[in-house]
């Protein structure tokens, strides 16, 4: 699965809507029972109205009354694999299992993967809401 959301990433970036910054990120998400849902960051002249692909896909996904998730690519032009801001971190967080593989993707396609732990740790949840 890994090589299908990578690939998918990478192949989204080119739909992404970046007149600003002309930074494409591209992001394919897939559920426990194998949807794939894609992002791309969406820029807007109000620059705090845009959304970042990450949440693009996350949110695709919640829309479409997905709950479970079973990993993430992530892909841009970057020397480095991209690593996601720190808001789309903490939606991950949200809905991703600790344990979920997070790939992280370079424009020479070399692919770090993280979990969901190791890419936010300690961070907050819906049980800091209830404890």
């Given at each position: 699965?890994?090589?299908?959301?990578?690939?998918q990433a990478i192949h989204t970036m080119?739909?992404?809507?970046?007149?600003?910054?002309?930074?494409?990120?591209?992001?394919?998400l897939v559920t426990t029972d194998g949807?794939?849902y894609t992002g791309v960051n969406i820029?807007?002249?109000?620059?705090?109205?845009?959304?970042?692909?990450?949440?693009?896909?996350?949110?695709?996904?919640?829309?479409?009354?997905?709950?479970?998730?079973?990993?993430?690519?992530?892909?841009?032009?970057?020397?480095?694999?991209?690593?996601?801001?720190?808001?789309?971190?903490?939606?991950?967080?949200?809905?991703?299992?600790?344990?979920?593989?997070?790939?992280?993707?370079?424009?020479?396609?070399?692919?770090?993967?993280?979990?969901?732990?190791?890419?936010?740790?300690?961070?907050?949840?819906?049980?800091?809401?209830?404890?």
């Open positions: 699965m890994k090589d299908t959301l990578v690939k080119k739909h992404a809507y970046i007149p600003y910054s002309n930074f494409a990120v591209g992001a394919a949807n794939i820029e807007n002249a109000a620059y705090g109205s845009s959304c970042c692909a990450e949440r693009v896909a996350i949110f695709s996904a919640i829309a479409n009354g997905e709950r479970e998730f079973a990993g993430l690519a992530v892909s841009a032009h970057t020397k480095r694999p991209v690593p996601p801001c720190g808001a789309c971190r903490q939606v991950m967080s949200e809905f991703f299992k600790k344990d979920m593989p997070i790939y992280l993707v370079s424009e020479s396609e070399e692919v770090y993967t993280f979990s969901m732990e190791k890419l936010l740790p300690f961070s907050f949840s819906p049980t800091d809401l209830t404890d």
